[in-house]
């Protein structure tokens, strides 16, 4: 493979859902923070490795657990072993509905019954929660005033180690404290008297970060075949459509797999004019952006990209600007002589069941942006085709990059970087590389991580 940069574990399953990996390591797990023994993102359609009290609960088309029924008092899914003990939990959590001010959506950690557990709640007044719950009791370990709204996508975790409970919303922490109610126990999902949904749960036993790292969001195991395979071949456009200006998206768009086409100059010239213009909590799915793509998507807020596909990449194919949680799943990206995603804004970008070739790098970290943002990315089930590098952050400003289940096919002397680092700089200089691999802090992977093809 040329480089094209410029100069200058699973073991034996206890339980197993065609979606969902628990581990051997869960019935043991303890302080030794050993390795991600949990992880669900729904895309199989269904509930298994789960179980339900209460609510009426679906998965959608997306891969998204709904609880639909927002009159329901108590409504829960639980998973994993009553024996886990410190462990963190997290989840993608988008409230639907509230009833009242009290009403809530939430995540749940060590949890021996239906009824006791430690909870992080989403709550209508606009709060967010970390709470101990023994049946009407509910003691709060420490709150914060987040103006929380309906769908708008949350990165909710829970740390538990020891006698120390920890939550965070978006990497942020908002509480931590001392209690005793509960020293082991399963995960849950929670809603009462609100509707949801809910995504990408995955519990890890190397919790206890920082309270200024991301959503400890360690992918799952490498072993076993993904769930949602990278897609193997570029698809066949329905039809095309030239556009003249940028189409703006509220809700949803599905294109049917058209072909896009005609905006900008189809190279990196900068201040070019996205072909999609993706308002806060909007979806853009099946859909083919060709050349000329322009400057490819505009994320004004959080958003969601589904089955998207770029031929030939513009200025980047997707910039996130305004919200904190922006998720890739699916598609694929090439000829993207610079980068392929762009991260402005503040929060996470998840990228998974997606394939990348010919390009500089799959994400950048703005390094030189106006607002010095911390950003956080977690790639996973990804393909790589002649890429000089997966992911490019500012160490300096506390940017992490998480990866599992990578494939790099065509690399045999391994010349892809997998996380560069940079030190970032205030708007109009250039920052600076500074090193690269994994270090356990801000470049989060393992040897199994990467597989080479």
Known sequence: MQKRRSPGRRPLLLAVGVGVTVTALAAGMTSAFAATVFSDDFNDGNTSGWSKSGGTWTVDGSGVLN?????????????????????????????????????????????????????????????AELQAVNGSSVTAIGSASLGVGTGTWYALRIEASGSTI???????????????????????????????????????????????????????????????????????????????????VSGSFDGGLKRYYGIGDGGQSESQDPMFELAAGATLRNVVIGAPA?????????CTLINVWWEDVGEDAATFRGGTTYTVD??????????????????????????????????????????????????????????????????????????????????????????????????????????????GVNCLYSPSDITYQ
């Not at 997290?90 to 959506?105: D, E, H, I, K, N």
């Not at 322009?294 to 959080?302: F, P, Q, T």
């Open 294 to 302: 322009g400057d490819g998507v505009h994320c004004e807020g959080n």
């Open 67 to 127: 609880q639909s029924n927002a009159g329901s008092e108590l409504a829960r899914q639980f998973a994993g072993q009553t024996s886990w003990t410190d462990y963190s939990v997290q989840a993608r959590v988008r409230p639907a509905s509230f009833g009242s001010s009290t009403a809530l959506v939430g995540l749940a950690a060590r949890s021996t019954s239906s009824t006791k557990m430690y909870r992080l709640a989403l709550l209508g007044s606009g709060r």
């Open 166 to 248: 920890r939550g965070f919303v978006n990497g942020t922490q908002i509480a931590s404290g001392s209690n005793s109610l509960t020293g082991a126990g399963r995960i849950g999902l929670v809603t009462a008297y609100a509707s949801g949904g809910f995504d990408d749960v995955l519990v890890d036993s190397s919790g206890g970060g920082t309270p200024t790292t991301p959503p400890t969001t360690t992918p799952p195991p490498t072993s076993p075949p993904p769930t949602t395979p990278p897609p193997a071949g570029w698809p066949t456009p329905t039809g095309s459509q030239k556009v003249d200006a940028t189409i703006p």
């Open 330 to 439: 699916g598609g694929g990206a090439r000829s993207a002589s610079d980068k392929v995603f762009q991260h402005n804004g503040s929060g996470t970008v998840y990228i998974k069941n997606f394939r990348v070739e010919n390009a500089g790098k799959l994400y950048r970290a703005c390094g030189n942006c106006s607002t010095s943002y911390q950003r956080h990315v977690v790639i996973d089930n990804v393909t790589v085709r002649n890429t000089d590098a997966i992911a490019g952050i500012n160490t300096n400003w506390g940017d992490t990059a998480r990866f599992s289940r990578i494939t790099i096919v065509g690399d045999p002397d391994r010349e892809t970087s997998i996380c560069v680092k940079y030190k970032g700089v205030p708007k109009g200089s250039e920052p600076t590389e500074i090193g690269e691999g994994a270090d």
